[in-house]
Structures are given as structure tokens and as C-alpha cells.
């Protein structure tokens, strides 16, 4: 059974950093592609970024470009999203997601497997 646990969400004041992490369990990590997601509130969820299987060529919304880093340590089984220079509109719960493939997409739908989300909190 697939589980995904993120955690290092937090409340944080507009310019901060934060780090994000996803432990993933019951596949095999090193050959999915994982994807970081968020909900602001009450809007609907959008990509943020996602990782191929090794590593390589992350793909990133245009609104974090340059701001967030996403990586992957297969050793681990572990995800990350480096967040920096955040801004209130960051402000959104955020979830990791996998899906079993050698490819990668940015859309919701791609994605089969989800956390429980963590909480990120910007203020101005």
C-alpha cells in the first residue's frame, strides 16, 4: 500500500524559507514520478513541481520558478520542496503525490497516490 507522510509545514513571515518533506512507502520510490501540489484556500489544487525518476529535468509552475527547488533522494525514499522568498499568496496546504512511471506530467490528474498535505502559512 502506497503511503506518502509530508511534513515541514509551518508558519513562516514573507521572505522566509521553508522545507518541505515526503517520506514515501509500499513502492518503488525510485521509479515514480513525484510531484508536489498545493491548495491555497478556497481555490483548487495546482502543480508546484515535479521530479522524474532520477532526478533529472524538475518542471516547475510558473509562479515558483526560482523561488522553490524541488529534489529526490532515492536512498531515502524522501521528497523534498526548498521553499524560499515565500509570499503570502504561498499560502496553501500542500501535498506530495507519485504515480508509478518513467514519465513525468504536471497536470492533478496524472498522479494516483497522495499525502495527507501539510500546512504552509505566509504572512505579510
Known amino acids: 500500500q502506497v503511503q506518502l507522510v509530508e511534513s515541514g509545514g509551518g508558519s513562516v513571515q514573507a521572505g522566509g524559507s521553508l522545507t518541505l518533506s515526503c517520506v514515501a512507502s509500499?513502492?518503488?520510490?525510485?521509479?515514480?514520478?513525484m510531484g508536489w501540489f498545493r491548495q491555497p484556500p478556497g481555490k483548487e489544487r495546482e502543480g508546484v513541481a515535479v521530479?522524474?525518476?532520477?532526478?533529472?529535468?524538475?518542471r516547475y509552475a510558473d509562479s515558483v520558478k526560482g523561488r522553490f527547488t524541488i529534489s529526490r533522494d532515492n536512498a531515502k525514499n524522501t521528497l523534498y520542496l526548498q521553499m524560499s522568498s515565500l509570499k503570502p499568496e504561498d499560502t496553501a496546504m500542500y501535498y506530495c503525490?507519485?504515480?508509478?512511471?518513467?514519465?513525468?506530467?504536471?497536470?492533478?490528474?496524472?498522479?494516483?497516490?497522495w499525502g495527507q498535505g501539510t500546512q504552509v502559512i505566509v504572512s505579510s
Open positions: 503525490a507519485a504515480r508509478q512511471a518513467s514519465y513525468c506530467y504536471t497536470y492533478t490528474s496524472f498522479f494516483d497516490s
Open positions: 509500499g513502492y518503488t520510490f525510485s521509479r515514480s514520478c
Open positions: 521530479i522524474y525518476t532520477g532526478g533529472s529535468s524538475p
